[in-house]
């Protein structure tokens, strides 16, 4: 009498497969400050669009904001895609070194300026 243990029933190695999600790719670094960008990315135009410009670069909403207050679309222009450039100046030099201890996703009214 010979006693069989053990089941032979259909046996799948199965992997459990971990889901491979996306993790979302990072966010870029902002054009103007170099901080990597916060949950909303703007994609903004260094030469205006009304001025031919056709490239993008992520920014922060605030950075963009400075930017676009500080420059008239003709200094845009004239600087091109170089941030660097933009950072030469003193007023974006403070702004770079006061946004850069806040967080991603800061945003604040940088006071509007009248329309030109
Ligand atoms: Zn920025």
């Not at 920014?59 to 003709?74: A, D, G, R, Y």
Request: aromatic share 8%; with cysteine.
């Amino acid at each position: 009498m010979a006693r069989k243990y053990g089941k032979h029933g259909p046996r799948e190695d199965v992997y459990d497969e971990p889901d491979s999600e996306e993790e979302a790719s990072p966010p870029p670094d902002c054009w103007l400050c170099g901080r990597p960008c916060g949950e909303t990315v703007v994609w903004h135009h260094p030469v205006p669009k009304s001025r031919g410009g056709r490239d993008t670069v992520p920014m922060h909403p605030i950075c963009q904001n400075m930017v676009i207050t500080t420059f008239t679309n003709s200094e845009l222009q004239r600087y091109g895609l170089d941030g660097g450039l933009l950072r030469l100046d003193p007023r974006i030099e403070k702004f770079v070194a006061w946004v850069s201890n806040k967080e991603p996703d800061f945003n604040a009214a940088l006071g509007k300026k009248a329309k030109r």
